[in-house]
């Protein structure tokens, strides 16, 4: 399966998702970023354990 997303929609949802990622965990930004692809849609998630963020956008394409 190949998911095909604009660069900058992609971006804005990671910087969205930033605010609600584990504060001591130094990693990358999408180590606790969990993605879904369904119906031609995307659901982002992310999480701090305490606080959490649900994002759906439905401008991709799936191949």
């Known amino acids: 399966m190949k998911i095909a997303i ?3 929609i992609l971006e804005n949802i990671l ?3 930033q605010p609600f990622l584990e504060k001591k965990d130094t990693s990358q930004i999408t180590s606790h970023i969990y993605f879904e692809v369904s119906s031609n849609r995307l659901i982002v998630k992310a999480t701090d354990h305490e606080v959490g963020l649900i994002i759906e956008n439905r401008d991709i394409s799936i191949t």
């Open 6 to 8: 604009s660069k900058s």
């Open 15 to 17: 910087i969205h998702a």
